[in-house]
Protein backbone atom coordinates (compact mmCIF):
# COMPACT_ATOMS: atom_id res chain seq x y z
CA UNK A 1 0.00 0.00 0.00
CA UNK A 2 1.36 3.55 -0.95
CA UNK A 3 -0.88 5.79 0.74
CA UNK A 4 -4.36 6.67 1.82
CA UNK A 5 -6.99 8.88 0.50
CA UNK A 6 -9.79 9.90 2.97
CA UNK A 7 -12.75 11.42 1.25
CA UNK A 8 -16.38 12.15 2.47
CA UNK A 9 -19.41 11.19 0.55
CA UNK A 10 -22.35 14.21 0.70
CA UNK A 11 -21.02 17.11 -0.91
CA UNK A 12 -17.64 15.74 -1.89
CA UNK A 13 -17.12 12.55 -3.74
CA UNK A 14 -21.08 12.04 -4.54
CA UNK A 15 -23.48 14.59 -6.26
CA UNK A 16 -27.16 15.50 -6.47
CA UNK A 17 -29.25 13.24 -4.75
CA UNK A 18 -26.42 11.72 -2.90
CA UNK A 19 -25.22 10.22 -6.31
CA UNK A 20 -21.86 9.08 -7.47
CA UNK A 21 -22.77 9.25 -11.22
CA UNK A 22 -24.01 12.78 -11.23
CA UNK A 23 -22.49 15.81 -10.39
CA UNK A 24 -23.78 18.73 -8.03
CA UNK A 25 -26.36 20.06 -10.80
CA UNK A 26 -27.19 16.49 -11.92
CA UNK A 27 -25.23 15.85 -14.85
CA UNK A 28 -23.91 12.61 -15.19
CA UNK A 29 -20.63 12.42 -14.75
CA UNK A 30 -17.65 9.45 -14.26
CA UNK A 31 -15.48 11.53 -12.76
CA UNK A 32 -15.72 10.55 -9.07
CA UNK A 33 -15.37 6.47 -10.21
CA UNK A 34 -11.83 7.52 -12.03
CA UNK A 35 -10.96 9.16 -8.73
CA UNK A 36 -11.59 5.47 -7.13
CA UNK A 37 -10.33 3.95 -9.72
CA UNK A 38 -7.03 5.89 -9.98
CA UNK A 39 -5.95 5.55 -6.45
CA UNK A 40 -6.83 1.49 -6.40
CA UNK A 41 -3.88 0.98 -9.28
CA UNK A 42 -1.89 3.39 -7.65
CA UNK A 43 -2.01 0.99 -4.21
CA UNK A 44 -3.82 4.24 -1.96
CA UNK A 45 -6.55 3.14 0.05
CA UNK A 46 -9.65 5.18 -0.12
CA UNK A 47 -11.20 5.82 2.94
CA UNK A 48 -14.72 7.26 3.29
CA UNK A 49 -15.23 9.43 6.05
CA UNK A 50 -18.67 10.49 6.63
CA UNK A 51 -21.68 11.69 9.16
CA UNK A 52 -24.07 8.80 7.62
CA UNK A 53 -24.82 5.96 9.90
CA UNK A 54 -22.89 2.53 9.77
CA UNK A 55 -24.86 0.32 7.70
CA UNK A 56 -24.75 3.43 5.01
CA UNK A 57 -20.70 3.72 4.67
CA UNK A 58 -20.48 0.26 4.95
CA UNK A 59 -22.31 -0.52 2.27
CA UNK A 60 -20.57 2.24 0.10
CA UNK A 61 -16.93 1.27 1.23
CA UNK A 62 -17.82 -2.57 -0.14
CA UNK A 63 -18.83 -0.93 -3.22
CA UNK A 64 -15.50 0.51 -4.08
CA UNK A 65 -13.60 -3.18 -2.04
CA UNK A 66 -12.57 -1.41 0.95
CA UNK A 67 -11.83 -2.42 4.37
CA UNK A 68 -11.42 0.62 6.19
CA UNK A 69 -14.08 3.73 6.86
CA UNK A 70 -15.64 6.44 9.00
CA UNK A 71 -19.13 7.34 10.29
CA UNK A 72 -21.12 8.73 12.29
CA UNK A 73 -19.03 12.41 11.76
CA UNK A 74 -15.66 10.39 12.58
CA UNK A 75 -17.29 8.50 16.19
CA UNK A 76 -16.02 5.16 14.84
CA UNK A 77 -13.13 3.65 12.83
CA UNK A 78 -14.00 0.71 11.11
CA UNK A 79 -10.89 -1.14 10.60
CA UNK A 80 -11.00 -4.61 8.75
CA UNK A 81 -14.16 -5.51 10.92
CA UNK A 82 -12.69 -3.79 13.77
CA UNK A 83 -15.12 -0.83 15.12
CA UNK A 84 -12.95 1.34 16.61
CA UNK A 85 -14.30 4.15 18.77
CA UNK A 86 -12.75 7.50 19.34
CA UNK A 87 -15.49 8.80 22.23
CA UNK A 88 -15.09 7.49 25.69
CA UNK A 89 -19.15 7.39 25.49
CA UNK A 90 -19.98 4.41 23.86
CA UNK A 91 -23.16 2.24 23.31
CA UNK A 92 -24.02 -0.23 26.45
CA UNK A 93 -27.81 -1.13 27.15
CA UNK A 94 -28.92 2.27 25.71
CA UNK A 95 -27.11 3.31 22.36
CA UNK A 96 -24.74 6.61 22.46
CA UNK A 97 -28.30 8.33 20.49
CA UNK A 98 -29.94 7.22 23.34
CA UNK A 99 -27.71 8.41 25.95
CA UNK A 100 -27.60 11.94 24.34
CA UNK A 101 -31.13 12.28 24.15
CA UNK A 102 -31.01 11.72 28.14
CA UNK A 103 -28.83 14.44 28.82
CA UNK A 104 -31.17 16.83 27.40
CA UNK A 105 -28.77 18.38 25.53
CA UNK A 106 -31.04 18.43 22.13
CA UNK A 107 -34.00 19.42 23.36
CA UNK A 108 -31.64 22.35 24.51
CA UNK A 109 -30.70 23.28 21.04
CA UNK A 110 -33.92 23.03 18.91
CA UNK A 111 -35.50 25.15 22.10
CA UNK A 112 -32.51 27.59 21.90
CA UNK A 113 -32.69 27.76 17.99
CA UNK A 114 -35.99 27.41 17.21
CA UNK A 115 -36.70 28.56 14.30
CA UNK A 116 -33.22 28.50 13.24
CA UNK A 117 -32.58 24.60 13.54
CA UNK A 118 -34.35 21.32 13.35
CA UNK A 119 -33.71 17.47 12.77
CA UNK A 120 -32.82 16.75 9.44
CA UNK A 121 -36.19 14.79 8.57
CA UNK A 122 -36.05 11.43 7.42
CA UNK A 123 -32.32 10.97 7.82
CA UNK A 124 -31.97 11.86 11.60
CA UNK A 125 -34.01 8.40 11.82
CA UNK A 126 -32.19 5.23 12.88
CA UNK A 127 -29.14 7.04 13.78
CA UNK A 128 -26.84 4.81 16.80
CA UNK A 129 -24.28 7.83 17.94
CA UNK A 130 -25.01 11.46 15.99
CA UNK A 131 -28.42 13.20 16.52
CA UNK A 132 -28.41 15.13 13.18
CA UNK A 133 -30.09 18.65 12.60
CA UNK A 134 -29.99 21.17 9.55
CA UNK A 135 -30.17 24.51 9.61
CA UNK A 136 -27.91 27.92 10.01
CA UNK A 137 -26.55 28.80 13.40
CA UNK A 138 -23.11 28.69 14.40
CA UNK A 139 -21.56 25.33 15.62
CA UNK A 140 -19.09 27.56 17.98
CA UNK A 141 -21.66 29.21 20.07
CA UNK A 142 -24.01 26.22 20.38
CA UNK A 143 -20.78 24.43 21.77
CA UNK A 144 -20.42 27.28 24.20
CA UNK A 145 -24.24 27.27 25.08
CA UNK A 146 -23.85 23.24 25.56
CA UNK A 147 -20.98 23.61 28.00
CA UNK A 148 -23.22 26.47 30.04
CA UNK A 149 -25.37 23.98 30.64
CA UNK A 150 -23.49 20.71 31.64
CA UNK A 151 -22.90 19.03 28.64
CA UNK A 152 -19.03 20.04 27.46
CA UNK A 153 -18.73 16.11 26.91
CA UNK A 154 -20.90 17.16 23.88
CA UNK A 155 -20.11 18.93 20.81
CA UNK A 156 -21.78 20.44 17.67
CA UNK A 157 -20.21 19.56 14.55
CA UNK A 158 -20.45 21.33 11.40
CA UNK A 159 -20.79 18.86 8.30
CA UNK A 160 -21.22 20.94 4.90
CA UNK A 161 -23.93 21.62 3.06
CA UNK A 162 -27.48 20.38 2.58
CA UNK A 163 -31.15 21.39 1.41
CA UNK A 164 -33.91 21.68 3.29
CA UNK A 165 -37.66 21.16 1.72
CA UNK A 166 -37.31 24.06 0.10
CA UNK A 167 -34.29 23.02 -1.49
CA UNK A 168 -33.06 26.40 0.46
CA UNK A 169 -28.91 26.23 1.25
CA UNK A 170 -28.81 24.85 4.72
CA UNK A 171 -26.02 22.86 6.64
CA UNK A 172 -25.72 19.42 8.39
CA UNK A 173 -24.86 19.43 11.78
CA UNK A 174 -24.60 16.30 14.14
CA UNK A 175 -24.17 16.50 17.89
CA UNK A 176 -21.77 13.83 19.39
CA UNK A 177 -19.96 12.99 21.91
CA UNK A 178 -16.87 15.38 22.41
CA UNK A 179 -14.05 13.42 21.77
CA UNK A 180 -15.57 12.39 18.28
CA UNK A 181 -13.83 13.36 15.25
CA UNK A 182 -12.73 13.10 11.49
CA UNK A 183 -9.64 14.21 12.05
CA UNK A 184 -9.03 11.60 15.38
CA UNK A 185 -10.76 8.89 13.22
CA UNK A 186 -8.10 9.31 10.02
CA UNK A 187 -5.23 9.78 13.17
CA UNK A 188 -5.88 6.21 14.16
CA UNK A 189 -6.18 5.13 11.13
CA UNK A 190 -2.92 6.49 10.01
CA UNK A 191 -1.16 5.09 13.12
CA UNK A 192 -3.06 1.53 12.33
CA UNK A 193 -1.57 1.40 8.70
CA UNK A 194 2.20 2.92 9.27
CA UNK A 195 1.72 5.76 7.21
CA UNK A 196 3.11 8.83 7.44
CA UNK A 197 1.46 12.25 6.74
CA UNK A 198 3.16 12.78 3.26
CA UNK A 199 1.51 9.24 2.33
CA UNK A 200 -1.73 10.62 2.50
CA UNK A 201 -4.34 13.60 1.65
CA UNK A 202 -8.13 13.90 2.34
CA UNK A 203 -10.69 15.91 0.16
CA UNK A 204 -13.74 17.29 1.62
CA UNK A 205 -16.31 20.02 1.59
CA UNK A 206 -17.32 21.07 5.40
CA UNK A 207 -15.27 22.61 8.74
CA UNK A 208 -15.81 19.25 10.06
CA UNK A 209 -13.69 18.20 7.20
CA UNK A 210 -11.56 20.64 6.77
CA UNK A 211 -9.68 19.92 10.09
CA UNK A 212 -8.40 16.92 8.93
CA UNK A 213 -6.11 18.75 7.24
CA UNK A 214 -4.28 18.97 10.86
CA UNK A 215 -3.33 15.11 10.24
CA UNK A 216 -2.57 14.59 6.51
CA UNK A 217 0.16 15.56 4.11
CA UNK A 218 -2.27 17.86 1.76
CA UNK A 219 -6.29 18.12 2.34
CA UNK A 220 -8.22 19.35 -1.02
CA UNK A 221 -11.32 21.30 -0.48
CA UNK A 222 -13.94 21.08 -2.99
CA UNK A 223 -15.04 24.11 -5.33
CA UNK A 224 -19.11 23.71 -4.26
CA UNK A 225 -17.40 24.10 -0.19
CA UNK A 226 -16.73 27.95 -0.72
CA UNK A 227 -19.68 28.29 -3.19
CA UNK A 228 -22.05 27.31 -0.49
CA UNK A 229 -19.98 28.48 2.86
CA UNK A 230 -17.83 31.39 1.26
CA UNK A 231 -17.03 32.35 5.23
CA UNK A 232 -15.20 29.11 4.89
CA UNK A 233 -12.69 31.23 3.66
CA UNK A 234 -11.43 32.79 7.09
CA UNK A 235 -10.86 28.78 8.29
CA UNK A 236 -8.41 28.15 5.52
CA UNK A 237 -5.51 30.34 7.16
CA UNK A 238 -5.25 28.28 10.40
CA UNK A 239 -3.81 25.21 7.74
CA UNK A 240 -0.53 25.76 5.10
CA UNK A 241 -1.11 22.71 3.29
CA UNK A 242 -4.87 23.18 2.28
CA UNK A 243 -5.49 23.51 -1.97
CA UNK A 244 -8.72 24.47 -3.58
CA UNK A 245 -9.96 22.37 -6.13
CA UNK A 246 -11.18 24.12 -9.52
CA UNK A 247 -13.91 21.50 -9.75
CA UNK A 248 -17.14 20.52 -7.06
CA UNK A 249 -18.27 17.17 -5.50
CA UNK A 250 -16.36 14.07 -8.22
CA UNK A 251 -15.25 16.71 -10.66
CA UNK A 252 -13.09 18.48 -7.24
CA UNK A 253 -12.10 14.80 -6.04
CA UNK A 254 -10.56 13.65 -9.24
CA UNK A 255 -8.65 16.87 -9.77
CA UNK A 256 -7.26 16.13 -6.36
CA UNK A 257 -6.33 12.89 -7.25
CA UNK A 258 -4.83 13.23 -10.49
CA UNK A 259 -2.70 16.39 -9.21
CA UNK A 260 -1.81 14.76 -5.96
CA UNK A 261 -0.73 11.67 -7.73
CA UNK A 262 1.37 13.10 -10.53
CA UNK A 263 3.03 15.23 -8.26
CA UNK A 264 3.79 11.87 -6.20
CA UNK A 265 5.97 10.59 -9.26
CA UNK A 266 7.04 13.58 -10.24
CA UNK A 267 11.25 13.55 -10.09
CA UNK A 268 12.22 15.71 -7.04
CA UNK A 269 14.79 18.73 -8.44
Given amino acids: MSGAL ?12 ASLMHDGEGHVTLLGV ?18 RRRAQVA ?10 FIYEAGCVLELDGEQLWMTELVAGERSVYEQIEDSGA ?18 HRGREISHLFRGLIDA ?3 DALLGEHGHGNLRLVDNGGVSGPA ?4 RAYHLIPAGGSKAAAVARHMRARGLARADTFAVGDSREDLAVAGVVG ?27 AVGGHGAGVYEA ?8 RAPSV
Fill in 34 to 51: RAVEACLRAGVEVVLMSG
Fill in 218 to 244: SFWLVANALERDPTMHDALRAHQNVRL
Fill in 140 to 142: AEA
Fill in 59 to 68: EDARLLGQRA
Fill in 106 to 123: PALLLEHYAGRLEYHDPW
Fill in 6 to 17: YVDLDGTLLGRG
Fill in 257 to 264: VVTTLAER
Fill in 167 to 170: RENL
